[in-house]
């Protein structure tokens, strides 16, 4: 059974910085790929970060800059830092998963809320 647990979200004034992190009941975690996408009220799901089992990452161009995906292959886990946060970034940040673990299905976590507050 796949399970992501994200944490980390919280309210925090503009400029701040939160870290999230996202644990994952996976076998073969180093093997698989995970991303981090953030869902605003009345808005599409998009993506924030991603990276790949190498260690290769690729970010949402508004957040290049002030956050940073890595993963900790010895925890089972993925973290986004985010530093420098503005109002925009207000939004449910989903954990995904996609690898031999999960059949190549891309499996979701429950969300963690973050508020950014002027």
């Known amino acids: 059974q796949v399970r992501l647990v994200e944490s980390g979200g919280g309210l925090v004034q503009a400029g701040g910085s939160l870290r999230l992190s996202c644990a994952a009941s996976?076998?073969?975690?180093?093997?698989?790929?995970m991303g981090w996408y953030r869902q605003a009220p009345g808005k599409q799901r998009e993506l924030v970060a991603t990276?790949?089992?190498?260690?290769?990452?690729n970010y949402l161009d508004s957040v290049k800059g002030r956050f940073t995906i890595s993963r900790d292959n010895r925890k089972n886990t993925v973290y986004l830092e985010m530093n420098s946060l503005k109002p925009e970034d207000t939004a449910v940040y989903y954990c995904?998963?996609?690898?031999?673990?999960?059949?190549?299905?891309?499996?979701w976590g429950q969300g963690t809320q973050v508020t950014v507050s002027s």
């Open positions: 996976l076998t073969s975690f180093g093997d698989t790929a």
């Open positions: 990276i790949t089992s190498g260690g290769s990452t």
């Open positions: 995904n998963a996609q690898g031999p673990d999960t059949g190549w299905r891309v499996y």
